[in-house]
């Protein structure tokens, strides 16, 4: 079965179309703002999250490989759609006339979480406590990025970033007594894995002066996790086993507001 995930999408745009607003109308009041230095600030918006799951192993209860393999398709798709919420910090220098260069530090939050069959291990056809399925789930990211822009007007700036980013993925495989997977004789089995991942981040965005001190920004960010081998089931006298390989990505957009010092 598949979740049916939230579509914070409107409440974004609407989000995003008010910082425009915003910083549009107040570009005039902050005539001469000075980008070097520390700041911090806080931004909203929305996350869409990809678990691309492939089964890897497939064996007997006794751990020897099952002739046949894996069964079928090996891969399934969980993905989320959620609210994100991050708070950020970081410092600036100028570079050239027209150029800023900074670094920022982002801790974030957003309760993605899919669950899905899992392809590949069922011996059978469809049982009434329903497929083996696995969850995936993660919570809080954090990341470290170098940013650099360009002032096509002395108070809006067009930027890139790119850094390194992490995060937890916490996995959950349930074996409804089956009888495909696990005895139904010894009820319901599950287990769960938890593993930290790092990976590779980038995106661009828009940020504009609203007074001599405080910015809005509107952001675009693509964040790669790689591949996260985790644990299924393990083959034990009551159950078959089989591990996993999840590819992890999310896509963001926000918008956010931050204070200089």
Not at 42 to 62: C, E, L, N, R, S
Not at 194 to 205: E, F, K, R, Y
Not at 208 to 227: K, M, S
């Amino acid at each position: 079965h598949k979740t049916q995930p939230r579509n914070p999408a409107k409440s974004c745009l609407t989000l995003l179309a008010g910082a425009v607003l915003l910083a549009g109308t107040q570009l005039a009041q902050a005539e001469s703002f000075a980008w070097d230095g520390p700041y911090v600030g806080i931004a909203m918006g929305a996350q869409h999250t990809k678990y691309d799951w492939k089964t890897t192993d497939h064996v007997f209860p006794d751990g020897s490989p099952i002739p046949s393999g894996l069964l079928g398709s090996t891969h399934e798709n969980l993905d989320s759609n959620d609210y994100l919420t991050y708070v950020f910090a970081g410092y600036n220098w100028t570079v050239a006339p027209q150029v800023i260069a900074g670094i920022e530090a982002h801790a974030r939050y957003a309760h993605a979480r899919d669950t899905q069959d899992v392809p590949g291990v069922s011996l059978g056809g469809p049982t009434p406590t329903g497929q083996t399925n696995v969850e995936a789930k993660t919570n809080w990211s954090g990341d470290l990025r170098g940013r650099a822009g360009y002032l096509f007007q002395p108070d809006f700036l067009l930027y890139a970033s790119a850094g390194v980013a992490y995060t937890q993925l916490d996995t959950t495989v349930t074996c409804p007594a089956d009888t495909n997977v696990c005895n139904p004789a010894f009820g319901t089995i599950d287990n769960s894995d938890s593993q930290n991942t790092t990976g590779w981040l980038a995106g661009i965005g828009l940020e504009a002066a609203l007074t001599d001190n405080l910015t809005a920004r509107v952001e675009y960010l693509y964040t790669d996790y790689g591949t996260v081998q985790v644990d299924g089931l393990t083959a034990n006298s009551n159950s078959f086993g089989f591990n996993g390989d999840v590819d992890l990505t999310t896509q963001s957009l926000t918008a956010g507001l931050a204070y200089k010092f």
